[in-house]
């Protein structure tokens, strides 16, 4: 829902003076900002300017967390906001965020913890959620220069620092003030970096614009990369052009991930100058695969105004709530109904503050601080078009980085087919952290909804998607792929009894619907000859769901044959898929060359003339006193005719074509004759014309 916007307004200021202020806070910032009684500006100061090469003088690296690292993401799980005081945010904000969440409030000292408190009572802050933390600061900038979350190997979260890229010493410690507030491990990363410029998704991927390149100039781009990888576990990190063109081209300031694969760009009216940097960064991510392994969601919040423009993408996603900046521009119900429309189930709050500049605004002034001990569900969704299956497995790795355990009967999926009421399944234990449940088979072109539930001891509870129920996660289930099995994908011939009498491969279909076979070749002359049964097979053949198509693969070496192995391929083809069966023969134990393996043949089979017409001689020599027998094969495999010529004597033989053949004789064609002599067996072709 859309709330009605806060409304606080600053104080009217003194403009005829403002000049005389202005240049008195140049000269005195530092010294003022040390005592907390103001904010040194988003920018750098000319005096800053001037001190540049005191960025990340004193800094202090570490070595990276142990791998594999995580980052935390703005939208996950926060235990409470950072804000500095004095405040560069309305109280009301403050009021809001305090309802549910914590309130950690940097103060320079014991005095202004007691002044804070005073107003935070007197306004109706609610005191069991606020924390206060002494240190000195120099802004209230809390974003760019507050710590970043990670999480090491064995779950533990720690604080991430990095030197900021202004030179605010004060500034710059808080990250190591806030790890020592949480009793956290802190690491250093020695790269030049602010907050407003970069987000994160919580799974590897990051975004910047090229201004980490520009303040980093000793490092290359792969060294920069290679850094976020070791301290943060980013694996892609996008580095952009800034479409503002200038300022202080922070991120942040134009573009905001709302979740893994949403990410919400600004957008400017055609006339802009920047209209096509915008687009081009829009168009970017829109081509970009998300850690879900979809493309990003892009939407789009309608930002004109004052150089730079409205801000309406520096906002605050702080748990179940989204804070956006409201500056009183006809606008502003425009860019709270994108935020509606992008991240449904969220309660939207416009924020309204005179305070506000152009792009920075809430976000770059309140700083998540990640619950360390979440309970962390990492799971890369079903989405788009899915295949029907008998079930739809879902499979997600659910951590509690408190280390109290899972709550079983808390475990599921809940699951809803066309916007019906939601079902649940449970989640069962695998190994380690991984848990996995089905959703029932659906029938097709059903729409599924879903969203997984976790709970530990600690009285945690997540969902995944964050936001669960309003906005699951969902898919479309369509016609399953026809799942035509081969079996085996080889077939392998060492014995004479397997070339006699062949050997199986069967295709079967394992799918809920027919399946059609289009094509399988039947029978192959080189380098061997061999064949199938059945031999008279006609295409496409169906095959019936659960049915079964059995092959009876021959074979028969060729008179001019290679000692050895010898091998051709079976095809299959279904029309959506070419299975294979490799046939290899072992023609040294099969064929006539074995020398004193053969006990039958001492020579090969010839026929002469060859093709034949009317007759020819067929002519072969054996071993030894054996029996003989003939038969004759079409090229499909069908036999057609069988010859016993009983015992034989030792030596050459020659019988006529008529004999062997058969009489009545046979049509033209190809055919395959094989002489089996005692245990051997020959076989060559024929042409008859």
Same mark, same amino acid.
């Given at each position: 829902m859309i709330n009605n916007p806060l409304t606080t307004m600053a104080p009217d200021k003194n403009y005829p003076n403002l000049l005389i202020l202005l240049l008195a806070f140049l000269f005195t910032a530092p010294a003022i900002a040390q005592e907390g009684a103001r904010s040194l500006p988003h920018h750098m100061t000319p005096e800053e300017v001037l001190r540049r090469d005191e960025i990340g003088r004193d800094f202090y690296p570490t070595m990276p967390p142990s791998a594999p690292v995580r980052q935390v993401a703005e939208f996950e799980h926060m235990q409470?906001?950072?804000?500095?005081?004095? #405040?560069?945010?309305?109280? *009301?904000?403050?009021? *809001?965020? %305090?309802?549910?969440?914590?309130?950690?409030?940097?103060?320079?000292?014991? %005095?202004?913890?007691?002044? &804070?408190?005073?107003?935070?009572?007197?306004?109706?802050? =609610?005191?069991?959620? &606020?924390? #206060?933390?002494?240190?000195?600061?120099?802004?209230?900038?809390?974003?760019?220069?507050?710590?970043?979350?990670?999480?090491?190997?064995?779950?533990?979260?720690?604080?991430?620092? #990095?030197?900021? =890229?202004?030179?605010? $010493?004060?500034?710059?410690?808080?990250?190591?003030?806030?790890?020592?507030?949480l009793n956290v491990q802190l690491y250093g990363m020695e790269l030049i970096h602010t907050g407003?410029?970069?987000?994160?998704?919580?799974?590897?991927?990051?975004?910047?614009?090229?201004?980490?390149? *520009?303040?980093? $100039?000793?490092?290359?781009?792969?060294?920069? *990369?290679?850094?976020?990888?070791n301290y943060l576990g980013v694996h892609t990190y996008h580095m952009l052009p800034d479409p503002l063109g200038e300022y202080i081209e922070h991120i942040d300031c134009w573009g905001k991930f709302l979740d893994v694969d949403k990410v919400l760009i600004g957008r400017v009216p055609e006339s802009d100058p920047r209209y096509d940097d915008f687009e081009y960064v829009a168009d970017y991510f829109a081509q970009q695969t998300s850690s879900y392994g979809t493309p990003y969601q892009v939407f789009r919040v309608f930002t004109p105004g004052n150089y730079p423009y409205t801000?309406?993408? =520096?906002?605050?996603?702080?748990?179940?709530?989204? #804070?956006?900046?409201?500056?009183?521009?006809?606008?502003? =119900?425009q860019a709270l109904q994108a935020y509606e429309n992008a991240m449904p189930g969220y309660t939207i709050t416009g924020v309204m503050y005179d305070e506000w500049e152009n792009t920075d605004a809430l976000h770059c002034r309140t700083k998540g601080i990640a619950d360390i001990g979440m309970l962390y569900v990492r799971h890369i969704p079903l989405h788009g078009e899915v295949h029907q299956e008998d079930a739809f497995e879902v499979t997600a790795e659910i951590v509690p980085y408190s280390g109290q355990g899972l709550y079983g009967d808390s475990l599921f999926i809940s699951y809803r087919v066309d916007g019906s009421s939601f079902t649940q399944a449970p989640l069962f234990h695998e190994s380690g952290h991984t848990y996995s449940g089905a959703i029932p088979e659906q029938p097709v072109g059903s729409e599924v909804g879903y969203y997984l539930h976790a709970a530990d001891s600690s009285g945690r509870s997540m969902d995944h998607p964050y936001i669960g129920a309003p906005d699951p996660h969902v898919f479309e289930v369509i016609y399953r792929i026809p799942d035509v099995t081969v079996w085996p994908d080889t077939l392998l011939y060492t014995e004479i009894g397997q070339m006699l009498e062949g050997q199986q491969a069967i295709v079967k279909n394992e799918s809920d619907s027919g399946v059609y076979i289009h094509y399988i070749n039947d029978q192959g002359w080189e380098p061997f000859f061999w064949w199938i049964e059945p031999w008279n097979l006609t295409f496409p053949h169906l095959l019936e769901p659960g049915d079964s198509l059995v092959l009876n693969v021959m074979v028969g070496v060729p008179l001019d044959h290679t000692a050895g192995f010898l091998q051709d391929t079976l095809f299959v083809e279904t029309g959506v898929d070419t299975h294979s069966v490799l046939l290899r023969v072992d023609s040294t134990l099969i064929s006539g060359t074995a020398g004193p393996a053969m006990d039958g043949l001492a020579g090969n089979l010839a026929i002469a003339p060859n093709p034949v017409r009317s007759w020819s001689d067929v002519s072969f020599t054996l071993y030894e006193r054996t029996s003989v027998r003939f038969d004759v094969f079409s090229a499909g495999g069908k036999h057609m005719h069988s010859y016993d010529a009983g015992t034989m004597e030792r030596g050459s033989h020659a019988l006529s074509w008529k004999t062997v053949a058969g009489t009545a004789g046979l049509n033209s064609g190809v055919y395959f004759v094989r002489l089996m002599a005692g245990h051997d067996i020959v076989t060559a072709k024929v042409v008859v014309y």
């Open positions: 409470s906001v950072l804000v500095r005081y004095p #405040f560069g945010i309305p109280m *009301e904000l403050i009021v *809001e965020m %305090s309802q549910d969440c914590g309130v950690l409030t940097v103060v320079m000292n014991q %005095s202004q913890q007691n002044a &804070v408190t005073g107003q935070y009572q007197s306004a109706g802050v =609610n005191m069991d959620n &606020v924390e #206060f933390m002494h240190a000195p600061t120099d802004s209230y900038w809390t974003r760019d220069y507050g710590p970043w979350f990670v999480v090491n190997s064995s779950y533990d979260a720690g604080v991430c620092n #990095f030197p900021y =890229n202004r030179p605010r $010493p004060n500034d710059d410690d808080i990250p190591i003030e806030v790890a020592d507030y407003g410029n970069y987000m994160c998704d919580g799974m590897g991927v990051a975004a910047s614009t090229d201004l980490v390149i *520009e303040e980093n $100039p000793d490092m290359t781009v792969a060294q920069i *990369e290679s850094k976020v990888q801000p309406y993408t =520096n906002s605050l996603i702080l748990n179940k709530k989204v #804070f956006v900046p409201l500056t009183g521009s006809t606008h502003d =119900n």
